[in-house]
């Protein structure tokens, strides 16, 4: 058997809905496994079941390191999903490697770690312009639209980044209506023009502060629980309870019980339970922050 039958068996295996199996084999890190079985109890939870799982993979990079191939791949799974009487579709891309010595898995991992963004740049706690703008209409749907068209690919219009969650959030909302301000001053406004921008447009922690403390143009409305929340609407998370924010999804449906389904970057998501306890960054102490987009 060579690597790629090898790595071809390995992946089809593991993708029927991550099994008890899967979840507990040292193959795969600590916090994965841990992760997987939060997503099993999530879904055992809300009475949802996979009901089929198909899987593609694709060959980045291979190298021989020793005795060992590592071999780097993207991997989309898709999985249709029964919640009682209703079904959706949720889907991921992740990247991981495989290290694979003498025709065997030995271990495989994910190369996207969520919650990482850090930043010390300035927040955006109260609107400091008092410059008037037009009114506006906030087109959820065409926020939504927007956000599954690019869940899983990028606008060239925009620059890509390493930590793409809210620079892809941006547009969506962007794309919705949401007018920019505060151009050139990178500290103020959320705008994004000629390969420029401000933090408010691509950090995760400045785009919460300016949700909240917009007065005018893109705004947010906060509010107590997910289920109050529709789709075109944001929500921001702090993984380890610190105060600094380091996630942002949209919603883009919801489920059979009210509760939203999110399209995210970075670890690209389509349709992915809010809660995010099925993420490796999830920890106890995670706080999230529910922004209902309003009108400007």
């Not at 249709?80 to 065997?104: G, H, N």
């Not at 609107?127 to 956000?147: G, H, K, T």
């Not at 994004?192 to 921008?197: F, L, M, P």
Request: aromatic share 12%; charged share 30%.
């Amino acid at each position: 058997m060579d690597w790629l039958t090898t790595l071809q068996n390995y992946i089809e295996e593991h993708n029927a809905s991550y099994t008890m199996d899967y979840m507990r084999d040292e193959r795969i890190s600590t916090l994965e496994g841990e992760a997987l079985v939060r997503r099993a109890k999530s879904m055992k939870e809300r009475n949802a079941v996979i009901v089929n799982a198909q899987v593609k993979a694709k060959i980045i990079e291979r190298t021989q390191q020793g005795d060992r191939e590592e071999v780097v791949y993207l991997v989309l799974r898709s999985y249709l999903i029964k919640q009682t009487v209703k079904f959706y579709i949720e889907e991921c891309m992740e990247k991981r490697k495989a290290t694979i010595k003498e025709d065997e898995i030995i271990r495989d991992e994910s190369l996207i770690e969520e919650g990482l963004e850090r930043s010390d740049l300035p927040t955006i706690e109260r609107d400091e312009e008092i410059i008037s703008m037009p009114r506006y209409r906030y087109n959820r749907l065409e926020a939504v639209r927007y956000a599954e068209r690019w869940w899983n690919s990028h606008n060239t219009a925009y620059k890509l980044f390493e930590n793409d969650c809210t620079n892809f959030i941006s547009q969506c909302l962007h794309a919705g209506g949401a007018p920019m301000r505060g151009y050139p001053n990178r500290s103020k406004g959320w705008w994004y023009r000629s390969n420029n921008w401000s933090y408010s447009w691509t950090v995760a922690n400045t785009l919460r502060w300016y949700l909240s403390g917009s007065k005018q143009g893109l705004r947010g409305q906060e509010v107590r629980s997910a289920e109050q929340l529709i789709p075109g609407d944001v929500i921001c998370y702090d993984f380890d309870g610190d105060g600094r924010w380091q996630h942002n999804t949209i919603v883009v449906a919801k489920d059979e019980m009210g509760m939203p389904l999110v399209n995210a970057h970075t670890h690209n998501s389509r349709m992915r339970y809010w809660d995010y306890t099925d993420s490796t960054a999830y920890t106890p102490k995670i706080k999230y922050k529910f922004f209902h987009i309003v009108d400007g």
